[in-house]
C-alpha cells in the first residue's frame, strides 16, 4: 500500500466502496500515502513488543525518514529510496514473526 504503482489498487477499492468519482492523485494523496507510513511504523513497534528485535525498527525508522525528507524537497529519488527500504524493514520483520510463533528463540 506504500507504492504509488498501487494507486490503481487504491481506485478499485475506493470504486468498490462508492467512492469512484473521488480524484485519486488529487491534494490529498501525499498526506493519505504519509499516514500510511506512519501506520507501518506503528505496526513495526508493535511488532517490536511481541519479538523484542530492533533490527525492523532499525531499518524501518530510516526508510520512513526517508520518505519524508523526499516528500519536503520533492525528490522522488529519497521517496523511492525509502519505499524500498521500508520493503526491507517489513521482509526483516516477517522473518522475526514467523521465527517467534514457530517458538524458536534468535537473538
Known sequence: MLSPCCFPLFAFGASALGLGGV????RWTMPVFL?????????LLLSYR???????????????GLIVYGYITMELTFIYA???VLLASALVNYYRNRLHTKGNKVN
Open 23 to 26: 480524484e485519486l492523485f488529487g
Open 50 to 64: 511481541r519479538h523484542r528485535c530492533l533490527y525492523p525498527l532499525m531499518v524501518g525508522v530510516p526508510g520512513g
Open 82 to 84: 525509502g519505499m524500498f
Open 35 to 43: 499516514a500510511l507510513i506512519g501506520v507501518f511504523l506503528i505496526g
